[in-house]
């Protein structure tokens, strides 16, 4: 369990520096996607990017999820697929657990809604209240 202590320190240090660098947005919890919600002018786009490429390296787009680690693959498949001018960025796709970020541009273009999740690679995982907690506590 040390491990996972320690990885899930490191995803909560990034998570909330990420929450801290981009001081503009308002989060809340969404219940109904089960993820970290917030809403920006697309005007922030840019600067919000680079915030988060900051934390979260690793870029998906609809060219590349199939190379993407199942859980995010799956994720995606419950958000019905990903569109052009959408985009996912994770924390290390290579660990158990990682957070997966999601740039989903509103139609009128105005807005940007970003959401965050805990996935885990390990289905057993998914369902540990105890994880989900601990990553709520984050926003």
Not at 22 to 27: I, L, M, P, R, S
Not at 39 to 46: D, Q, R
Request: aromatic share 8%; glycine share 8%.
């Amino acid at each position: 369990m040390a491990d996972m202590d320690a990885l899930l320190g490191k995803l909560e240090l990034a998570c909330r520096a990420f929450k801290e660098k981009e001081a503009t947005a308002n989060w809340e919890w969404e219940d109904r996607m089960d993820a970290a919600l917030s809403v920006y002018p697309a005007e922030n786009g840019p600067k919000v990017r680079d915030v988060l490429e900051e934390h979260f390296a690793a870029t998906w787009s609809a060219a590349t999820l199939a190379d993407a680690p199942a859980a995010l693959q799956r994720l995606v498949g419950s958000l019905g697929g990903i569109r052009g001018g959408q985009e996912l960025l994770t924390s290390d796709p290579s660990l158990d657990l990682m957070v997966a970020v999601a740039l989903w541009p509103w139609g009128s273009g105005a807005k940007i809604s970003i959401r965050l999740w805990l996935l885990s690679q390990g289905a057993s995982a998914d369902g540990d209240e105890d994880l989900r907690d601990r990553f709520r506590s984050w926003f």
